[in-house]
């Protein structure tokens, strides 16, 4: 039989991102290793985890574990991981107060998982924007942690680490659904967007920040769409999680069962798409 190989893409999309790992259940289910794996944001994080030899079912107990309530999360980053609260964040001046992107990264990145981008399992690609040439980059060498920090910098909240000397934030600035960059030796192109839409006001009012984050969110889908018009992928799968914000991290369980309706609308398009076809 005929082999063939298949690109998966994970977009960025915050807690929302969380969904992913339902999707990547059917890849396990199927008995399908992705030949290449390109993640965006949060697509970067789960990507990597899988890309680094995780299964799903152990990505989906690890993220129930570490996002089950505040308290455990505060007793597993002050308490497991050691972290003291003051590395959590990057202090620029007074004007200047981010979260710590690659700090962040690296407490989502279980303590087994390889440390460099070219010793995981399947090939990854890590989309973060370079700030000062104003172009994606994408990273498939060096820190794994670091690219991840790179990837997930939402600009104004979490602080990059820099990369080559420059400022890098948020690939979906860019590239928030990476598909593209899954392309090259593979038969089948797989994109999961789980971007979402901005939130309706309570009351006709909106706060600043979430005017900040509904304006991102209005920019990558937009994004999202023309390149999808230009050249789009075999599949396309948009989990139905527009109900949760970028910050719902600790509303993991309801993210992944808003998900299950798109992971049976993977699996039914990859059937059908592959038939009796051995896939690797």
């Known amino acids: 039989m005929e082999t063939r190989r298949i690109g998966l893409a994970l977009g960025g999309g915050g807690a929302r991102g969380l969904a992913h790992i339902a999707l990547l259940e ?5 008995g399908i290793v992705p030949g290449v794996i390109a993640g965006c944001s949060m697509g970067a994080l ?4 899988y890309a680094a030899g995780m299964s799903a079912k152990d990505l989906r107990a690890h993220a129930e574990a570490l996002l089950n309530n505040r308290v455990d999360f505060a007793r597993y980053v002050f308490g497991a991981r050691k972290t003291r609260p003051l590395e959590l964040l990057s202090l620029k001046g007074l004007a200047s107060m981010h979260l710590d992107g690659e ?4 407490l989502g990145l279980p303590d087994h998982l390889p440390r460099n981008i070219e010793e995981t399992r399947i090939p ?3 989309v973060a924007c370079d ?4 172009e994606e980059a994408v990273l498939t060498t060096g820190s794994l942690a670091r690219a991840v920090g790179a990837s997930i910098a939402i600009p104004g909240l979490i602080a990059a680490p820099h990369i080559d000397g420059r400022i890098h934030v948020d690939g979906g600035v860019v590239n928030p659904v990476p598909f593209d960059h899954v392309r090259d030796g593979v038969d089948l192109v797989v994109a999961i967007d789980v971007t979402g839409r ?3 006001a309570e009351s006709g009012k909106l706060g600043n920040m979430d005017l900040a984050i509904g304006s991102l969110l209005i920019m990558f889908n937009r994004l999202a769409e023309l390149k999808r018009a230009l050249s789009p992928p075999d599949i396309y799968v948009t989990p139905k999680v527009d109900q949760f914000g970028s910050g719902d991290f600790f509303r993991v369980r309801d993210i992944l069962a808003a998900a299950e309706p798109a992971k049976d609308e993977l699996k039914r398009k990859l059937e059908r798409m592959l038939l009796t076809t051995d896939v690797t």
């Open 26 to 30: 059917v890849f396990d289910e199927m």
């Open 198 to 200: 901005p939130r309706p």
């Open 46 to 49: 789960v990507g990597a985890c």
């Open 103 to 106: 700090r962040l990264a690296d």
């Open 131 to 134: 700030y000062e040439r104003m």
């Open 124 to 126: 990854l690609k890590i």
